[in-house]
């Protein structure tokens, strides 16, 4: 076994241990009244909005008070949710819009009538993704349609939206959906790490070049769910039968987490779970950047000669927290 060499960088955590779970309940620093963004009147926008986080999503906005636009392919659940969310928002407060996000002229369309509806967008959650499986030498047909949505997806929204909501007068913000495994690469699914990786390249982008604008009321983030209970993460429809399992957080926790830290104005939102609190993501994200910078091998963290040391940097790392 190679030695362990100087130890991978390590945030100085300041935080202390505690409990994961992200208790559903009004728990906001900033009332929802006075945010500039997040309040009744006006207006979001979700793309994967049938199901799982766009659909908890579009439900916790409704009861906000903002008018919601309801984005998805899935048709049928789309309409479903439709009716759930104009039980709080009321009628005339929802659009259901199908929309593809990979054909850029249905990303068009639903920009043209939000904006014909209700003329400003405060809220714009892009969120729809995929995950069928593509190694790197494997599954090119799913490779294709993964980035398509993915990140082409992702791009065909802040193209098509950005513009005007740059030049809106009120403050907005763009949201996009990206994942753990587009940061530290699990193996497993390559081209889903991959299309989220480039996610996170995007959003880190669009923040920076939002930070040129001259009036700056566009602010982008980028959200990081934890193992979250939705069809991406393992659930089936809300109303099916199986039980989240015990790790996870429900779809509803994880937004009521993402929705705080945009009020408070973080970019990269990496939530936690029941299995997995924020300091140990920290650790795992640190070691990742420490393959780069100290020369392991790729995804080192998964390597037969570093699993000891990755586990005795693990274990060091929570203990200097207690």
């Known amino acids: 076994m190679p030695s362990r060499g100087p130890s ?10 505690g409990g994961a779970s992200f208790k559903v309940d009004p728990m906001s620093p ?12 006006r207006v979001a926008v ?48 929802v659009l259901v819009i199908p929309t593809d996000v990979s054909k850029i002229e249905e990303v ?52 098509t939206f950005v513009p005007s909501m740059i030049h809106q007068e009120n403050p907005s913000v763009i949201i996009n959906t990206g994942s753990k495994q587009g940061i530290t690469n699990p193996p497993g699914n390559t081209s889903y790490n991959a299309s989220k990786a480039a996610v996170k390249s995007l959003t880190e982008g669009l923040a920076h070049e939002l930070r040129q604008q001259p009036t700056q009321n566009l602010t ?14 393992g659930a089936l429809h809300p109303k099916d039968t199986d039980q989240k399992p015990p790790g996870a957080w429900s779809a509803e926790e994880t937004v009521l987490y993402m929705l705080d ?18 300091e140990i993501d920290e650790l795992r994200v640190m070691w990742a950047a420490g393959d780069i910078v100290e020369g ?11 699993k000891s040391v990755f586990e005795e940097y693990m274990k060091e790392g929570l203990a200097s927290l207690d």
Do not use: M
């Not at 945030?11 to 241990?17: D, E, G, I, Q, V």
């Not at 392991?296 to 390597?303: K, M």
């Open 220 to 233: 982008a983030h980028l959200f990081i769910p934890g193992w979250t209970y939705t069809a991406l993460g």
């Open 46 to 93: 979700i793309t994967g909005a049938a199901n799982g986080i766009g659909r908890a999503a579009a439900l916790e906005l409704a009861k906000l008070g903002l008018k919601v636009a309801l984005a998805d392919v899935v048709e049928d659940r789309l309409a479903e949710t439709g009716r759930e969310v104009t039980a709080f928002a009321g009628e005339g407060n």
């Open 296 to 306: 392991r091998p790729a995804l080192s963290r998964w390597h037969p000669n570093y």
């Open 261 to 278: 830290k945009v009020r408070e104005g973080e970019f990269y939102i990496l939530c936690p779970d029941n299995e997995t609190r924020r």
């Open 8 to 17: 991978p960088l390590r945030p100085a955590f300041s935080t202390s241990l």
């Open 108 to 159: 068009v369309r639903l920009k043209d009538k939000v904006y014909e509806a209700w003329g400003e967008v405060a809220v714009l959650l892009n969120n729809a993704a995929i995950g069928p499986s593509g190694t790197s030498w494997a599954g090119l047909d799913n490779w294709h349609k993964t980035f398509a949505v993915n990140v082409f997806g992702v791009l065909n929204v802040q193209q």
């Open 30 to 41: 900033v009332a929802d009244e006075l945010h500039p963004v997040i309040h009744a009147g």
